[in-house]
């Protein structure tokens, strides 16, 4: 990435609950820009002339807030360097939000389970763990609505290499910084970021598209080597459309240096990403993600890969991307049954994480907007951290997919848009799971999106449940099913019965 450096007037200002590691990793971007890190509580100390632990002591947790907010007002209004970390609890204050409005505020996010290993018993306010536990679910929505970049790793090495990507930030804009086993990428949401954010350097952009985002979008991504397109939909979502396309790049003479350029909805994102991961053995790839399936769900966590007439996704390979820009303007332009079909892994990705986004996305009325998307994002990232490769965790997000999956492949990736065959598998996996009362409420959810939430009478369940045992998750010869406990409480590898499958799929009867 670009490595300019946002010294001057615009600091970068670590935020985040105790022991997120905010001076550590303050310290690390400061050294990464050349400068040295100014630290809040430092300067707290000096004013008070005593420990934080000794002044909350003697004058309470009010007085020490009140010099708090002083000092960080003051130090916001003339940042002496271009890095600042802040206590824990300054975000408490009106006045220093709005200071901080001028500046680049990065949140270090951490769960309240590390963060108390870390700092139990050695603060002031980590002294009982459910208050703690409290302070924290108290706090993280306000440090989510100041954060323009959210880490997850406060690590030295992390925040160096995460740096230049914050430095280049563009106004208006977010950005999530994606770990994985095999890689790290940034991760930018904004309006207008589709020919803003900074992309790899270095090499030639070759732009792989479908024939009609590449009409609204391809002059908006700058100068590119080759655009190729591929015909739109999932129909083209094909090993021999795949063969076309690496053999378009070939002729176009892209080098090992060059990269993908994936712009458009899953179909091109999946595709593109597979011919990247295979051409020359490997070139990035770099997701503009442009349907609401794609900007929440699919253009985050490396899956790539065609179908095959045998089963969805047969073909593929996992291939993380270099960096993912995600315009929530080019929705605008996508037709209603798009817009719907992205509904359904929103709602999906809402039941996997509960707490406030299924809150926000359970009223029928919630709307898209960045911080939607930013949320779905870091919701499905938050899992890949953790398995990348689909060994245990991540089965999670394929909750509604199995069955989803086999309608899809059953009725020849034609019928149904793949959000529409989520939505069934999503109501699908909530009878199997017994939970009558919250599959009618994301029924008349998905109802109130305009999703489907019964199977046309035309579809053969038969096929279905064949399909069903083709399903690449099979294991042993048995299908494990994700299936919901509670909205934030999903579970995997569930033995079901087929019959039971068998009486879900009549329950989608029209
Ligand atoms: N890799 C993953 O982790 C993952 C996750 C979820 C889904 N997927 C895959 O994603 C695919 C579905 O993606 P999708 O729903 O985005 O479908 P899609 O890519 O076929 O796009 C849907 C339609 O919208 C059009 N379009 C796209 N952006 C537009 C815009 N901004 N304005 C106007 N029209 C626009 C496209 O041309 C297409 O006709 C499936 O193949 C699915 O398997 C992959």
């Not at 946002?6 to 400068?35: H, N, W, Y």
Request: hydrophobic letters at 45%; one cysteine or more; proline letters at 5%.
């Amino acid at each position: 990435m670009e490595a300019t450096v946002a010294v001057g007037e615009r600091a970068l200002v670590f935020i985040g609950f105790m022991g997120a590691g905010k001076t550590t990793a303050a310290r690390a971007a400061a050294s990464a820009l050349g400068a040295r890190a100014v630290d809040s509580d430092q300067l707290v100390e000096q004013r008070v002339g005593t420990r934080i632990e000794d002044y909350f002591a003697t004058h309470g947790e009010a007085a020490f807030r009140a010099v708090e907010e002083e000092v960080v007002c003051e130090l916001l209004a003339r940042p002496p360097g271009p890095v600042i970390s802040l206590g824990g609890g300054a975000a408490g204050s009106e006045r220093v939000r709005a200071a901080l409005a001028r500046h680049t505020v990065v949140l270090l996010d951490i769960d309240p389970a590390l963060a108390w290993q870390r700092a139990g018993g050695r603060r002031p306010l980590a002294q009982d763990r459910s208050a703690f536990d409290a302070l924290h679910a108290e706090r993280r929505p306000l440090y989510d609505r100041i954060a323009d970049v959210v880490l997850t790793d406060s690590s030295r090495d992390v925040v160096r290499r995460a740096v230049p990507a914050i430095a280049a930030l563009p106004a208006g804009t977010r950005m999530l910084w994606a770990r994985s086993a095999s890689g790290e990428y940034p991760v930018y949401v904004g309006h207008g970021v589709l020919g803003a954010a900074p992309r790899p350097r270095g090499g030639r952009p070759y732009v792989v598209t479908d024939d009609t985002v590449g009409g609204l979008y391809a002059g908006a991504v700058g100068d590119a080597a080759a655009t190729i397109a591929i015909p739109p939909g999932e129909a083209a979502k094909t090993w021999e459309q795949a063969g076309r396309v690496l053999r378009a790049l070939a002729a176009a003479g892209m080098e090992h240096d060059d990269h993908v350029v994936a712009l458009g909805g899953g179909v091109v994102g999946d595709l593109a990403g597979f011919c990247a991961a295979s051409y020359q053995r490997g070139v990035p790839v770099v997701q503009l993600p442009t349907t609401l399936v794609a900007q929440v769900d699919s253009a985050y966590g490396g899956k790539t890969g065609v179908d095959l007439p045998e089963g969805k996704n047969y073909a593929g390979a996992y291939h993380q991307p270099a960096a993912v820009l995600a315009d929530p303007a080019v929705l605008a332009t996508l037709p209603p049954a798009e817009l719907a079909a992205g509904w359904a892994e929103v709602i999906k990705t809402a039941l996997i994480a509960g707490g406030p986004l299924w809150e926000r996305v359970r009223d029928p009325r919630a709307d898209v907007d960045a911080d939607l998307v930013l949320a779905c994002a870091r919701t499905k990232l938050a899992v890949v951290a953790k398995d990348e490769r689909d060994q245990g965790r991540r089965q999670v997000l394929n909750l509604g997919h199995t069955v989803g999956h086999a309608i899809e492949t059953a009725t020849g990736y034609a019928r149904y848009r793949h959000g529409e065959a989520v939505a069934l598998g999503l109501l699908a996996a909530l009878t199997l799971s017994g939970q009558p009362v919250l599959r009618a409420e994301v029924a008349a959810l998905l109802g109130a999106h305009g999703l489907p939430v019964t199977l046309g009478p035309a579809v053969d369940h038969a096929a279905v449940l064949a399909a069903l045992q083709g399903d690449k998750k099979r294991r042993g010869g048995r299908v494990g099913f994700v299936l919901v406990e509670a909205p934030g409480d999903i579970r995997i590898g569930r033995a079901v019965d087929p019959d039971d499958v068998a009486r879900a799929l009549g329950d989608l009867g029209a």
